[in-house]
């Protein structure tokens, strides 16, 4: 099916979504958050001056169509142990040793995409080096995704507001996607930390509305403490909606299934809970139904996404 689906986002989210259509798309596109600071992908920022690779790789490893599964398991190796190698991820390594190579962050990635044997494109947000920046209801300042992913407060006060720094331009092969798209998928994902640094981005709001894509937000299936304590997917949806220009979204696709408690316990230990409905909007239409992957840790199942996708579009 050759419909032009681009996917927005980043972390784990985008690789789901993205893992489920790439099964029935033969045209797909991630638009990927540029914003990490942590871990592996920290460090070389910091050496190396180069954009951040992590959710990069994890785009690039869910659209590898590769026959032998040694490459992608390789792109997601992670080095437990070693001087200097401790915690850092050999994708990672690979791109920045790409970037190197070839003088250019894009060109890095066409390579990363032809030895994975990659069937889209992953496109970062913005070419634009930006960190993400936080404030708290009482003015608390926090620098750095890390430091807002992770909270260094008790949790108890919200993010009132987020932004980048320096301010960042949407990366043009990006905004052709977008405006080129029959749909435009954002989420799942962290909402501040994953979701909002590619809105953020100046032309991203505008790239949104000029589309004739149809519109298709995900929510959450969890809360997390410290990001959105006590958010139902109504507040995300106003969050979304705020930050892409009022009624730009047509569809939100969210999940009604429980899972056990058995499941929910260790998410409970993290202060982390399932997202209830609140007072949900006609518009954008809500799409409601069970979309939970049957598997120890709570994720929305790619299958089940990826064919509710393409029955709206």
């Known amino acids: 099916m050759k419909k032009k689906i681009v996917v927005i986002g980043g972390g784990t989210g985008v690789f789901t979504v993205l893992s ?63 001087a200097g190698l401790t915690g850092h991820n ?30 889209g494109r992953v496109i970062p947000v913005t070419l634009n080096n930006s960190k993400l920046y936080a404030s708290l209801e009482d003015g608390t300042l926090i620098k750095g995704e890390t430091n807002i992913d992770i909270p260094n407060h008790d949790g108890r006060l919200k993010i009132k507001k987020v932004w980048l720094r320096p301010g960042a331009q949407i990366n043009p092969k990006a905004k052709k996607a977008i405006l080129d798209a029959r749909a435009v998928i954002i989420g799942p994902g962290d ?75 260790k998410y409970a230990e993290e202060k982390s809970l399932l997202i209830s409905h609140g007072d949900l909007p006609p518009k954008p239409t809500p799409i409601v139904g069970d979309f939970l992957r049957n598997r120890e840790l709570i994720r929305h199942d790619p299958d089940k996404l990826a064919k509710t996708i393409l029955s709206l579009i």
């Open 90 to 119: 050999f994708g990672n390594l690979m791109i920045t040793a790409l970037e190197r190579i070839t003088g250019d962050f894009a060109s890095a990635i066409h390579e990363a995409s032809k030895i994975l044997s990659v069937d």
């Open 20 to 82: 489920g259509l790439k099964n029935y798309s033969t045209d797909l596109a991630a638009v990927v958050n540029m914003s990490d600071d942590g871990g592996s992908t920290g460090i070389l920022r910091e050496e190396f001056g180069i954009l951040p690779p992590g959710d990069i790789r994890r785009a690039l490893v869910a659209l590898s169509r590769s026959d032998n599964k040694i490459l992608s398991d390789l792109f997601n190796f992670r080095f437990n142990k070693g």
């Open 191 to 265: 909402l501040f930390t994953s979701i909002m640094p590619n809105l953020l981005v100046a032309g991203m709001k505008e790239a949104l509305r000029a589309s004739k894509a149809k519109k298709i937000y995900i929510v959450n299936l969890m809360t997390k403490f410290g990001e959105t304590n006590g958010f139902s997917a109504e507040d995300f949806i106003k969050v979304i909606s705020d930050a892409i220009g009022g009624e730009s979204l047509d569809y939100v696709i969210i999940n009604n299934k429980m899972p056990s408690l058995a499941r929910l316990k």
